[in-house]
DNA sequence: CATCAATTGGATCATGATGTACGGATCTGC
DNA sequence: GCAGATCCGTACATCATGATCCAATTGATG
């Protein structure tokens, strides 16, 4: 549906919306995220670009969120590190003798509408369900979690 | 929103429903749908294992389709080319402390369903806009169809 | 100055998308 | 039935890109 890294940025954003206040480490907010932290740097780095976050380097340092989680909609951090989701306005074949959109082309943009609407529509704080289910996916403790086992394909 | 081999395979599935009963071959499906024929053969190659398209070797050969264009739907297509977009049901983090799924992931979830739902539901038939709009993207002719320019990022 | 943590650049790996080329099946004309 | 023209089937080679890791660098803090 969307893409890993649209993922890994909005499991980050949850968190830091989470500990607001206090900045938080690349590496823990990749332990917390289950992010392969390497990577998460570069995601972190995009959403930096983008206004969504706040950097801070040296000691006490990491990441805090630029902007209030109620007023960022997930629509916003997925176009911070992917590239944007576009509605298809005009027949990707590009025959100039279609003014509409054929009927196919039509119901992919109807989705892509659709989904616009409501990642759009979800502000970050919609995503904290306070009380209710934990925050995050981050359980109890940030540490020692019991996984299930993931099998992969390789198997 | 899907793959480009997902709306290759559409495309050709149209094509077919729309020349029905007689065999069209690749190079003709390609220049009609403007698909990369070298591709698109092996998209096609996918969509005959699936059972969806018939294939004829020899002279006046070429695919057809296997069932019924009011009998598959835009899922079934999608599914017969790509890895089937799949459900979330458990935590993507495989932590097992949570028996319903976190906000993200519901709200993820829910976009999946839309579009399971849609595109489940949407016919091939359905794609062939009788009368009102050209069929497929192909206009009139097949040939000499006036291109609008699409720009490369290269340049 | 020593430590901590972000920043950056490059290396790697898997995969989607594409082109090429050859082999196997099928029909047509004789 | 044989020859040759079609047309699918498949196996590689290539290229771009997403995802990942790692090491060196820069900047902040005490």
Sequence with gaps: MISQTSEY?????????????????????????????????????????????????????????ARNEAEVTMLDVIRAVDQPLERINACPLGLVTHTELCPLHRKLDEAVEWVEASFGSTMIADLLGKGEVEPLCDASTEKDVTLRVTRNKSE
């Design 9 to 65: 940025a909005l499991r980050a954003v949850i968190h830091l919306a989470h500990y607001s206040g206090s900045a938080r480490t690349t590496q823990q907010i990749a332990d917390a995220t289950r992010v392969p932290s390497g990577y998460l740097s570069k995601v972190l780095q995009a959403l930096a670009r983008a206004g969504l976050v706040r950097s801070q380097r040296g000691l006490g340092g990491g990441f805090t969120l």
